[in-house]
């Protein structure tokens, strides 16, 4: 069916059923939602390159994938894809083999220049991010997953990682523990600073001094956390609770413990972030692994829709989202020793 035919069908003018298809501000809603309607009941489908050509829009999503992106990615990507699907909308990664900041700026001005994206999505933002500030300055669309200090309106979504820090942190000290280490992202980012202004602030309100040899940044590995936690676990006094920043990181908890013939939830406490991946669930660790959660896949999919909002007329500056963080209690969350290693 050609738009011609479907615009007589259901009554409309074809620039009217083209822009509400298109995604255009000016349509109201009723049409655009009586228009969407109409063509799944006819099966209609524009025609993607005569919308590309009419509406100046390439039909993409930009997202930079660098060699410090982990394993979270392809959880946030399909959170995307779900949400982009019937949009006919594509997503263009773009990979990169080193993370070098001048690189990916020259990135973004190709992509700026070659008109192959509508909007890109940013990841792991700096407190002063030179990229918020080169886009703004090409006019490209895009959309911050976290939170960034620059003085330049932009859209975001971001989690309390403050908030989700501070909050185990305190649990553990209500337990008893004092030396309680804490496994960060890299540092510089303004996710790790938020977490690390947590720790602090809840060792602040329990009097207890900041040590920084209890605090370690790197990536999210299995290995980084298993490193870190032997030095903290061979330290005297020795570390007693463990703050993670991801799953992967309590893994490497896990298999530290292990090694030194430590028992989790009796002789030392982990609590962990957990973002509910499908293939290493919390719940099935053992023992089950107590979290602050927060779902990467659910973030994909809002920023996705937020993106969308953006590309039909939504001021970035209206789009500020902080997500809460629930913590969530199981058995790795014990109780001090009474016999704590000298």
Not at 99 to 126: G, K, M, N
Request: hydrophobic share 40%; net charge negative; charged share 25%.
């Amino acid at each position: 069916m050609k738009l011609r035919d479907f615009a007589r069908e259901i009554g409309l003018s074809p620039t009217t059923v083209s822009r509400a298809l298109s995604g255009y501000p000016e349509v109201n809603e009723a049409t655009r939602t009586r228009v969407m309607e109409e063509a799944a009941r006819l099966g209609y489908r524009p025609n993607i390159n005569a919308v590309r050509l009419a509406t100046g829009r390439a039909g993409a999503i930009g997202v930079v994938m660098t060699k410090a992106s982990d394993y979270q990615f392809s959880e946030f990507m399909s959170g995307m894809a779900e949400r982009l699907s019937g949009e006919d909308i594509d997503i263009l990664i773009t990979p990169m083999t080193e993370h070098d900041t001048s690189d990916e700026l020259q990135l973004y001005r190709r992509l700026a220049e070659s008109r192959r994206v509508d909007a890109v999505v940013i990841h792991s933002p700096r407190p002063r991010d030179p990229r918020i500030a080169l886009l703004h300055q090409l006019k490209l669309p895009f959309i911050v997953h976290g939170r960034s200090e620059i003085d330049v309106p932009h859209a975001w979504l971001d989690i309390d990682n403050e908030g989700a820090v501070r909050r185990s942190t305190e649990h553990l000290l209500d337990l008893g523990h004092r030396r309680i280490a804490l496994l960060n992202g890299r540092e510089g980012l303004t996710f790790t600073l938020h977490r690390l202004a947590g720790y602090k602030a809840a060792l602040a309100q329990h009097g207890i001094d900041f040590d920084p040899k209890l605090v370690t940044h790197g990536d999210f590995t299995d290995e980084i956390g298993f490193r870190f936690a032997c030095s903290a676990l061979d330290e005297r006094p020795r570390a007693t609770a463990f703050v993670a920043g991801s799953m992967m990181t309590a893994l490497g908890v896990y298999r530290a413990a292990r090694s030194k013939n430590l028992v989790i939830g009796q002789d030392i406490s982990v609590i962990a972030h957990d973002d509910v991946f499908p293939y290493l669930t919390a719940e099935n660790m053992v023992p089950a692994l107590s979290t602050t959660r927060s779902s990467i896949r659910a973030a994909g999919t809002r920023i996705a829709d937020l993106a969308l909002e953006m590309l039909a007329g939504r001021e970035p500056s209206d789009i500020r989202e902080l997500w809460p963080i629930e913590l969530i209690l199981r058995e790795t969350s014990c109780p001090v020793p009474k016999e704590k290693a000298e």
